[in-house]
Nanobody, 118 residues
Framework: QVQLVESGGGSAQIGGSLNLTCVGS?????MGWFRQAPGKEREEVAR???????RYSESVKGRFTLTRDVDANTISLQMNNLNPDDTAMYYC???????????????WGPGTQVTVSS
């Protein structure tokens, strides 16, 4: 079992920035972030696979940056130029081997809330 713990959520103004961090209890090849807003489906925000390839959703491309510290089993999500559509619960996800398509990740963190307002 892998435990994931997120931190760094909170409130930001439109155009502001937040940085989310996730610490995993052990190494996993694939780590990433999902988000879910009330009344909406879960959305994959960004992920880094075992080949270090990073994929972003179109809605955050150019604004969010995912980085990973493999030695520390952490990933971070730097979120810039935030807008109200970014308001959601953000979840860290991990998979021991290859990244799955969709939301079929083995391990999920409890989530951290991000709220963007004017």
């Amino acid at each position: 079992q892998v435990q994931l713990v997120e931190s760094g959520g909170g409130s930001a103004q439109i155009g502001g920035s937040l940085n989310l961090t996730c610490v995993g209890s052990t190494y996993t090849s694939c780590m990433g972030w999902f988000r879910q807003a009330p009344g909406k489906e879960r959305e994959e925000v960004a992920r880094r696979d075992l080949n270090a390839k990073i994929r972003y959703s179109e809605s955050v491309k150019g604004r969010f940056t995912l980085t990973r510290d493999v030695d520390a089993n952490t990933i971070s999500l730097q979120m810039n130029n935030l807008n109200p559509d970014d308001t959601a619960m953000y979840y860290c996800v991990a998979q021991r081997t290859w990244c799955p398509e969709g939301d079929g990740y083995e391990f999920w963190g409890p989530g951290t809330q991000v709220t963007v307002s004017s």
